[in-house]
């Protein structure tokens, strides 16, 4: 079949369209699954359709500003590149290529702990002051753990996410059909033992820890002075616990529907977390990140009107890295910001500070 030029891709979606026709079966199924039925996956983005906006008219929105900071960085838009396992399964560079792109579009990139790339690889394609955070597995021998941590400090990282919604991987059925049989990774800490039948993701994550607890969230701050975010919280509890706990943020995600199947959405979680912290006087205390399902600027927007302080972006750039590369994802990015750019002025909001929840209409949401 012929492959659909670059500039055919006017949006997120398109990039996965090609990616479906290009990229090796194995490699398509350890990357487009979900867990079980799919329903949470699907959910994700479906989620967003429930809100609708109430655009403000007559607001000088000659200069747009989609400029923000998350843990203090300065970035050029509010999203990031999450981390995502595994990525020479699309392209042969892996990891780097969406360093490069990060680069150019001044985003923030979270290094996934099951990276192809090492590590140090992933950092030393870093450029200039790029920002560069560490998404984190934590392993049953907590001696790994710490100098995976300590060493991320030195090199550099910003920002330590810990992954709390993985006590076990879940079943992603595509992925097991698909016998993972070509590792293309450098996973430390894993052991030999790995069991390949079990698909991709199975086969990489034994060494995970299922009896990591909050006991544990002091002792990862006394090891480091990078911000600490958990990654995976899906409740109001659990953000109001890790305020208490001393946490600088939480990831509001279902680890893009490939954990627990039927758990809701990050953007519906969002809209039951913010009015508990403002109610508290807690919303400056911690950040709060959503992932899941984003695919169009109006729903960074949408996340951003209910409190989010940035969203994490997964499977559309490991697409368009499978499909076209650095030239893809660079062009993911920039119809990103295009996008962001028409929506903030059709909405009426010049800057990020100006969204509010105001702007939107959740009343179709679970809790309206
Ligand atoms: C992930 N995700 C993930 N999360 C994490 O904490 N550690 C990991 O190793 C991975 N690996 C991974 C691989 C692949 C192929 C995908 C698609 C996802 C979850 C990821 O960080 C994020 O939560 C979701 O990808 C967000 O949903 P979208 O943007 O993919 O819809």
Request: hydrophobic content about 40%.
């Amino acid at each position: 079949s012929r492959m659909p030029s670059l500039a055919a891709c006017y949006n997120l979606m398109d990039f996965e369209a090609v990616a479906r026709q290009v990229m090796k079966k194995t490699a398509w199924a350890y990357y487009s699954s979900g867990a079980d039925d799919e329903i949470t996956m699907r959910e994700n983005h479906a989620a967003f359709h429930k809100i609708w906006f109430r655009p403000r008219i007559l607001v000088d929105v000659e200069h747009i500003d989609m400029s923000t900071t998350m843990l203090g960085t300065k970035c050029s838009i509010p999203f990031y590149v999450t981390a995502t396992a595994l990525g020479k399964l699309g392209h042969p560079e892996g990891e780097v290529v969406l360093t490069k792109a990060a680069h150019q579009h001044n985003v923030v990139q979270m290094i996934p702990t099951l990276a192809s790339c090492s590590f140090d690889e992933i950092v030393d394609a870093k450029q200039g002051d790029q920002v560069q955070w560490l998404q984190l597995y934590v392993n049953k021998d907590r001696e790994i753990t710490r100098k995976i941590v300590e060493h991320a400090e030195k090199r550099g990282c910003k920002g330590l996410f810990i992954t709390v919604d993985a006590p076990q991987l879940g079943r992603r059925e595509k992925d097991m059909r698909s016998k993972f049989s070509d590792p293309g990774s450098n996973v430390q800490g894993t052991g030999d033992d790995i069991d390949r039948s079990q698909g991709a993701a199975r086969a990489i994550s034994s060494f995970i820890d299922p009896a990591l607890s909050w006991k544990d969230i002091p002792w990862f701050k006394s090891i480091t002075r990078m911000p600490v975010v958990l990654k995976g919280v899906q409740c109001v509890e659990d953000v109001l616990r890790a305020v208490e706990a001393g946490c600088d943020g939480v990831v509001l995600s279902n680890h893009g529907g490939r954990q627990l199947d039927t758990s809701r959405s990050g953007i519906e979680v969002l809209a039951e977390v913010m009015p508990a912290l403002r109610e508290r006087g807690w919303e400056k205390r911690i950040e709060v990140f959503v992932d899941g399902g984003v695919r169009r600027a109006t729903d960074i927007i949408k996340a951003l009107c209910l409190g989010a302080k940035g969203v994490g972006i997964g499977r559309p750039f490991l697409f368009a890295m499978s499909a076209y590369g650095l030239e893809g994802v660079d062009r993911a990015m920039q119809l990103l910001k295009d996008e962001m750019e028409m929506n903030m002025r059709l909405i009426g909001a010049a800057s990020v500070e100006e969204l509010n929840p105001s702007l939107v209409d959740t009343r179709g949401l679970m809790g309206g």
